[in-house]
């Protein structure tokens, strides 16, 4: 798969910093009136974003696509629960995931992949705060290390 073909929209930077990401799957999403086009215009918010599995089908709530400026009737309620499209095994392989071991699925990000409007989830257990205090030290750590190579 060559990267030209996918533009980035949006992606949810807290995620990785509140959640320790354990697999990915991509997803496409179920859109109306004129959400397409605000996605092109990179009008998303996924920070606030989940997926939830009711009925062996998966949604996304809590995701905010901005209503277009052009648009008329035809747009829709910009935090509404959207659907999405992924493979039956998938979804039961899910299910299980969630119900047992207490994982979450969180959107990383939305794109583009040959014109098609595509969701990345992730299966993720939450980070306790000394997790994430470790992480800060590994970053500033490793931040200190590059400007120190940088000045010789």
Same mark, same amino acid.
């Given at each position: 798969m060559s990267q030209s073909n996918i533009k980035i929209v949006a992606k949810n930077r807290k995620a990785r910093f509140n959640?320790? *990401?354990? +697999? =990915?799957?991509?997803? %496409?999403?179920? #859109?109306r009136g004129t959400e397409v086009k605000s996605i092109r215009a990179s009008k998303v918010n996924l920070t606030e974003g989940f997926v939830s599995i009711d009925n062996a089908e998966a949604y996304l709530k809590q995701v905010h696509i901005s209503p277009y400026e052009q648009g008329n009737i035809f747009n829709v309620d910009p935090v509404r629960?959207?659907?999405?499209?992924?493979?039956?095994?998938?979804?039961?392989?899910? *299910?299980? +995931? =969630?119900?047992?071991? %207490?994982?979450? #699925?969180?959107?990383?990000?939305?794109?583009?992949?040959d014109g098609k409007v595509k969701v990345s989830v992730g299966l993720a257990r939450g980070k306790n705060l000394h997790d994430k205090r470790e992480d800060m030290a590994k970053r500033d750590a490793k931040r200190r290390i590059e400007r120190a190579l940088k000045s010789y």
């Open positions: 959640y320790e *990401i354990l +697999e =990915t799957y991509e997803a %496409g999403i179920e #859109l629960v959207r659907k999405l499209l992924l493979h039956k095994r998938e979804i039961k392989k899910l *299910i299980g +995931e =969630t119900t047992q071991k %207490g994982y979450t #699925l969180i959107p990383l990000s939305m794109y583009l992949k």
